[in-house]
Nanobody, 124 residues
Framework: VQLQASGGGLVQAGGSLRLSCAASGRTWSTYVMGWFRQAPGKEREFVAAISRSGGSTSYADSVKGRFTISRDNAKKTVYLQMNSLKPEDTAVYYC??????????????????WGQGTLVTVSS
């Protein structure tokens, strides 16, 4: 599967952005999808994940209540709605696909496929 992330940009603190991740491949709806981010000089960190059906979601504590992950299996797209953005949200955001079963994984090494990343910059 190939993943293409988009929607990043420059926004003021308190603003909103919606990231999209479009996928190719027939079996996309069988993948758990996740969003990760990596800020300059920091390690990649988990942001959110969503189950195959979209019925279950998981969030990092740092974004809970501000970010919402969703998916449209017909469009083969996963979204990350980001509200109340903070300067510390500045990072390159990556979407990723997990092919296994079980709980929604939060470790990057459990995801087999990755998009190219989209830069989000939040100014204070």
């Amino acid at each position: 599967v190939q993943l293409q992330a988009s929607g990043g940009g420059l926004v003021q603190a308190g603003g909103s952005l919606r990231l999209s991740c479009a996928a190719s491949g027939r079996t996309w709806s069988t993948y758990v999808m996740g969003w990760f981010r990596q800020a300059p000089g920091k390690e990649r960190e988990f942001v959110a994940a969503i189950s195959r059906s979209g019925g279950s979601t998981s969030y990092a504590d740092s974004v809970k209540g501000r970010f919402t992950i969703s998916r449209d299996n017909a469009k083969k797209t996963v979204y990350l709605q980001m509200n109340s953005l903070k300067p510390e949200d500045t990072a390159v955001y990556y979407c990723a696909a997990h092919t296994g079963w079980g709980n929604l994984p939060q470790l990057g090494n459990e995801y087999a496929y990755w998009g190219q990343g989209t830069l989000v910059t939040v100014s204070s």
